[in-house]
Nanobody, 126 residues
Framework: QVQLVESGGGLVQAGASLRLSCSAS????????MGWFRQAPGKEREFVAS????????YYADSVKGRFTISRDNAKNTMYLQMNSLKPEDTAVYYC???????????????????WGQGTQATVSS
C-alpha cells in the first residue's frame, strides 16, 4: 500500500521558519515528480511547489517564490519543503503529492498527481 506521510507542521510566529517532510512508503518515487499543495479554510487547494525526479527542475507559486525551497532525498524516499519568512497568509494544511508518471518535470495542476498525503497543519500567527 502506497503511503505519503507529511510531518513538520506547527504553530509559529510571522517571520519564523518551518521545514515540512513527506515520507513515502509502499513504493519508491525516485523517478517521479512530487509536489506540495496547501489548503486554507474556505479556500481551494492550491499549488505551492513541485520538483522533478532528480531535483534539477523546480516550480514555485509566485506567493512563495524566494521564501520556500523544495528538495528531495531519493535515497530516503523523502521530499522536503523549507519555509522561511512565514506570513499569516501561509496558514493552511499542507499536502504532499506524487505523480505516477516516470521522469515528468513536475506540475502545478492537482490532476497530474496520483498519490496524496493526509496533510500537516501549519499555522502562522501575526
Amino acid at each position: 500500500q502506497v503511503q505519503l506521510v507529511e510531518s513538520g507542521g506547527g504553530l509559529v510566529q510571522a517571520g519564523a521558519s518551518l521545514r515540512l517532510s513527506c515520507s513515502a512508503s509502499g513504493r519508491t518515487f525516485s523517478r517521479n515528480a512530487m509536489g506540495w499543495f496547501r489548503q486554507a479554510p474556505g479556500k481551494e487547494r492550491e499549488f505551492v511547489a513541485s520538483i522533478n525526479w532528480s531535483g534539477s527542475v523546480t516550480y514555485y507559486a509566485d506567493s512563495v517564490k524566494g521564501r520556500f525551497t523544495i528538495s528531495r532525498d531519493n535515497a530516503k524516499n523523502t521530499m522536503y519543503l523549507q519555509m522561511n519568512s512565514l506570513k499569516p497568509e501561509d496558514t493552511a494544511v499542507y499536502y504532499c503529492a506524487a505523480s505516477s508518471i516516470y521522469y515528468a518535470l513536475g506540475s502545478r495542476s492537482r490532476t497530474d498527481y496520483d498519490y496524496w498525503g493526509q496533510g500537516t497543519q501549519a499555522t502562522v500567527s501575526s
